[in-house]
């Protein structure tokens, strides 16, 4: 079986009726690189930038974020690299001490992510800097986590237009064109997704909070996991808009949560118009291997019946009775 998942390797990822589809790769340091090489990912469409602070005393400064953010661009080899901002708070706590986050009762409510980045505009500059420097070495782009207003985004536009100018003033190279994407991951930027789709140059479901958030169920909670479910009606119908309209309006949108990697999930996704998957490594070749054996014009007809369905028990045994044979 390995030998049949390592031969599709070199194959393109098309549907039966000729859909290109891309697979991207998330990662979390930039040594992660190599195993997205070794799957042959389109690129990277999530690079967790927050594991580069975790875990130590010192938070790293702007160049040896740029090392880091320059090395997994270079083993990209010309793919596209998507940074994402740092997303602290909540499931991943700094260790470093931070009187902002002490005595907070509901952090994954609290100042986490992009919120966090606005609050500190230095530390969110240094990161800025870091990135478009290594957006020198090959194309990159800017992810912005848990956004819910258009205002966030446009204050993290300043930012960068600060960040450019401050490189620009030291002497340094900048590229012109750094696309600036957001996470849509909190129910209200998707409801409110029209509002988004004029100030972004691409969009990435993030299911693992945007399930978390629209079911209130914390998803580090052992004790509510049962309750984690991604097939809520509610769940695919918030999914199925942001990929319909983010489409329509002409921008991009890819899913990088944990549901982009589930192979079985994969003619769900496809269906509903997805073109841009983005996962863990490993799940690279099982995913491509279930697309390769999905016709785009069905996964649309089992979309629209999943879509009209109240039960995510009935909707998990269709999506069982659609697995393809091969898998
Ligand atoms: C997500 O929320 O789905 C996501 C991709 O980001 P993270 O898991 O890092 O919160
Ligand atoms: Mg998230």
Do not use: W
Not at 9 to 36: K, M, Q, Y
Not at 145 to 156: H, K, L
């Amino acid at each position: 079986e390995k030998a049949a998942l390592g031969a599709l390797r070199s194959r393109a990822c098309v549907t039966i009726d000729g859909r290109l589809i891309e697979l991207h790769a998330n990662i979390e340091l930039p040594e992660d690189a190599i195993a997205a090489i070794n799957v042959n990912a389109s690129g990277v469409g999530l690079f967790r930038s927050e594991f580069l602070f975790l875990d130590r005393d010192e938070l790293p400064d702007e160049d040896e974020q740029f090392d880091a953010y320059r090395r997994a661009v270079s083993a990209m080899g010309g793919r596209p690299v998507t940074i994402r901002t740092i997303d602290i708070g909540a499931d991943k706590m700094l260790r470093v001490p931070d009187k902002r986050m002490d005595g907070t009762e509901n952090p994954a409510l609290g100042l986490r992510a992009i919120r966090y980045s606005l609050a500190e505009p230095k530390m969110f500059r240094a990161q800025l800097r870091a990135i478009l420097r290594a957006a020198v070495y090959g194309p990159v782009r800017i992810l912005l986590p848990m956004i819910s207003s258009v205002r966030e985004v446009e204050a993290a536009r300043e930012q960068i237009v600060r960040a450019r100018a401050e490189l620009t003033q030291r002497g340094q190279p900048v590229p012109d064109d750094v696309p600036v994407g957001g996470m849509i991951e909190i129910p209200a930027a998707a409801v409110a997704l029209r509002a988004f789709t004029p100030v972004l140059d691409f969009l990435s479901i993030g299911t693992n909070d945007l399930i978390q958030y629209t079911l209130a169920i914390d998803r580090a909670d052992a004790t509510v996991a049962d309750y984690y479910d991604p097939l809520h009606p509610a769940v695919l119908a918030l999914i199925a808009r942001t990929i319909e309209e983010g489409e329509r309006a002409g921008v991009s949108v890819s899913v990088c949560g944990e549901m982009a990697g589930d192979p079985l999930l994969a003619p769900l996704l496809l269906g509903m118009g997805l073109r841009n998957f983005s996962m863990h490594p490993a799940q690279i070749p099982y995913v491509k291997q279930a697309l390769l054996a999905c016709r785009h014009d069905e996964a649309r007809q089992l979309a629209d019946a999943v879509l009209a369905e109240n039960d995510s028990r009935v909707i998990r045994s269709l999506l069982a009775a659609a697995r393809p044979a091969a898998l």
